[in-house]
């Protein structure tokens, strides 16, 4: 039985599924700003099993009193929610970084991926960098396969090894699958101790184009 839970969608239009978690690569908290505006008015399509991949001890749930009485207990979710951009749909899925079965959620993503017919898979994040707030932000871009590199003056050289996140399972599982993919992520200065807006604005700039659509960017520039 997957992990993830879709719901009936229906046909796609040359769909993108985008990868955005809270944890590890998420400097700034770039991503999932870019996640969180994105899906502010999409639908939900899907939810994955709270109880398979989180650790309630790392990634604690929220519990409400009322008057002395517990009302709620609000457990962290990963969601998947779907948007249309100038005719072509796209596939959110954020929320925390997962705790355990980071591999098979990450089949599972695939093989939802194959069976909804998404053309390319792109992660977002952030990344602690040695830069100064006063300069533009620029991105850094991976991808699955060689040939899908753009000729980019941001992309890594030579062998980097770095801890892993679950954006790279997912990236690995979907490439595996034939998927093109592609990671944009922004450099945000290492003493940013909050989100950082104007990475977010870099990254959905970044989307915009990969996707060849336009992305309304409604009040975060005004957060700028």
């Known amino acids: 039985m997957s992990l993830l839970e879709v719901d009936e969608i229906g046909s796609l239009t040359a769909p993108v599924l985008l990868g955005a978690f809270d944890g590890w690569v998420n400097a700034g908290s770039a991503g999932?700003?870019?996640?969180n505006h994105l899906t502010e008015d999409a639908q939900r399509v899907g939810r994955v099993d709270s109880d398979a991949i989180y650790d309630y001890r790392?990634?604690?749930?929220?519990?409400?009193?009322?008057?002395g009485v517990l009302t709620n207990i609000d457990y962290p979710e990963m969601e998947l929610?779907?948007?249309?951009l100038s005719g072509r749909d796209l596939?959110?899925?954020?929320?925390?970084?997962?705790?355990?079965?980071w591999r098979r959620l990450g089949r599972d993503i695939a093989t939802f991926a194959i069976s909804a017919g998404i053309v390319e898979h792109v992660s977002v994040g952030g990344i602690p960098w040695a830069v100064p707030h006063t300069r533009p932000t620029s991105i850094?871009?991976?991808?699955?396969?060689?040939?899908?590199?753009?000729?980019?003056?941001?992309?890594?050289?030579?062998v980097l090894q770095?801890?892993?996140?679950?954006?790279?399972?997912?990236?690995?599982?979907?490439a595996g699958q034939g998927i093109p993919?592609?990671?944009?992520?922004?450099?945000?200065?290492?003493?940013?101790g909050t989100a950082y807006v104007p990475a977010a604005v870099a990254l959905l700039e970044r989307l915009s184009t990969q996707m060849g659509v336009s992305i309304p960017f409604g009040t975060i520039v005004e957060q700028l």
């Open 32 to 35: 999932t700003l870019v996640a």
């Open 58 to 67: 790392a990634v604690r749930p929220t519990v409400d009193f009322t008057d």
């Open 81 to 84: 929610y779907r948007l249309e």
């Open 91 to 101: 596939l959110v899925l954020t929320g925390p970084e997962p705790n355990w079965n």
């Open 140 to 158: 850094i871009v991976t991808a699955g396969q060689p040939e899908e590199l753009p000729s980019d003056p941001y992309r890594p050289a030579g």
């Open 162 to 174: 770095v801890p892993a996140s679950f954006t790279s399972s997912v990236e690995a599982a979907v």
């Open 181 to 192: 993919g592609h990671g944009f992520w922004a450099r945000v200065p290492q003493y940013v």
